[in-house]
C-alpha cells in the first residue's frame, strides 16, 4: 500500500497558481517564476502525493482530474489559513492587538454597535473581538478591572480611580408604560401617583450604586438586568419604568407603549463616555474603535428639557 508523502507550503501554492491562471505559463508569470520551475513543482507534488492532479494529454490547458479536485479544497483551506497566520503575525510585530475586550452599556443602540463592529472587523479581520454588554456601573468596573480594554460607558461608576474618559454621545431616557395601565390613564399623573405602582429597575451587577437608585420614584419595584427583558414586561403592562427613547421609538408609534407625563422624574438625558485605563492606554485597534463611537456622538442631539441623570 503506498503513503501519501508532505507536500510542501510552496508546492500547494504552485499547485494554486496554476489552477487559478489556468496554465503553467500563466501561472509562472503570476508567480514570478520560470515555466520550468512551476512544471517542476507540480511534478513533484504529484509524486509526494501519489495522484495525478492535471489532465496534460490533448488540451490547450491543463484541466484538472478527479484527485485534482479533491485536493483543491483542502489546498485553498491550507493557504487560507497560512494567510490568516502570516496576517496575524505581521500584525502582532506591527504592536496591534491579538483580542480586544470591549465593554459596552446596555442602554447603547445596537444598530449603533453593529455598524461600527462591522467596520471594524472589516478594517481588522486578525483581531478577535470580545463584546460584553453591561449595566450601569457594569461597564466602568470590567475596565478599571482589566476586564476589558475599552468601554462605552454611561454616567455612573465613572468616578472609579485611574480611568480616562472621552464624550461618545447621548440619549434621552423616557418614562413609559402600557397604554393600558393606569397611570396611562391618567391625565395628567398627580405628584406621588408612581408610589402606587410597581416601578422597573435596572439592576446594577457591579455594586457601584449599592445603596443609591436613580430616578425610582416606588417603593414597590422590580428589579432586572435585562434591558429586553424589561421592554417586554412593559408592553405586557407590567409595571411602569424609563427606557432609552431609540429601543422604544417603535412601540412608541405603534402605541404598545405611550410615554408618561411624570412631574417628578419627566425623563433624562442619559450621556455614554469611552473609558480606558489610564495605565492600560488603548492599542491601534481599540483606539481606532474609540474614535468611531465619538465620532458617531457628534450625529446625537440633546432632546430639548431634558435634565442630566
Not at 150 to 179: F, H, K, N, T
Not at 255 to 264: A, Q, S
Request: proline share 7%.
Amino acid at each position: 500500500m503506498s503513503c501519501a508523502g508532505t507536500p510542501t507550503y510552496d508546492q500547494l501554492r504552485i499547485f494554486l497558481a496554476v489552477v487559478e491562471a489556468g496554465g503553467f505559463a500563466a501561472a509562472a508569470r503570476r508567480l514570478g517564476r520560470a515555466v520550468s520551475v512551476v512544471s517542476y513543482g507540480i511534478t513533484h507534488l504529484e509524486a509526494q502525493l501519489g495522484v495525478t492532479l492535471f489532465e496534460r494529454e490533448g488540451a490547450r490547458s491543463p484541466g484538472l482530474t478527479e484527485a485534482g479536485r479533491s485536493v483543491l479544497a483542502e489546498a485553498q483551506a491550507i493557504a487560507s489559513g497560512f494567510d490568516a497566520l502570516t496576517a496575524k503575525v505581521q500584525g502582532l510585530l506591527d504592536g496591534l492587538e491579538a483580542e480586544l475586550h470591549l465593554a459596552v452599556d446596555v442602554m447603547l443602540p445596537a444598530d449603533r454597535i453593529g455598524v461600527i463592529l462591522r467596520a471594524f472587523a472589516t478594517r481588522f479581520p486578525t483581531v478577535s473581538l470580545r463584546l460584553h454588554v453591561e449595566a450601569l456601573g457594569g461597564v466602568a468596573a470590567r475596565v478599571a478591572s482589566g476586564g476589558a480594554t475599552l468601554g462605552i460607558s454611561g454616567p455612573v461608576g465613572l468616578e472609579a480611580p485611574g480611568l480616562d474618559r472621552e464624550q461618545a454621545g447621548c440619549l434621552a431616557l423616557l418614562p413609559v408604560a402600557a397604554p393600558d395601565h393606569p397611570l396611562a390613564r391618567l391625565q395628567p399623573i398627580p405628584p406621588g401617583a408612581v408610589r402606587q405602582h410597581v416601578q422597573l429597575v435596572l439592576s446594577d451587577p457591579s455594586g457601584a450604586t449599592r445603596g443609591r437608585d436613580f430616578a425610582v420614584l416606588s417603593p414597590d419595584t422590580w428589579r432586572l438586568s435585562d434591558l429586553g427583558a424589561k421592554a417586554a414586561l412593559l408592553r405586557e403592562g407590567i409595571g411602569c419604568g424609563n427606557m432609552p427613547q431609540p429601543a422604544i421609538a417603535n412601540d412608541l408609534l405603534t402605541g404598545t407603549l405611550v410615554r408618561l407625563e411624570i412631574p417628578e422624574s419627566p425623563g433624562g438625558l442619559y450621556r455614554f463616555f469611552a473609558i480606558w485605563r489610564r495605565d492600560h492606554p488603548p492599542g491601534p485597534a481599540a483606539t481606532w474603535l474609540r474614535a468611531q463611537f465619538v465620532a458617531h456622538c457628534a450625529t446625537d442631539v440633546a432632546p430639548p428639557g431634558l435634565a442630566e441623570l
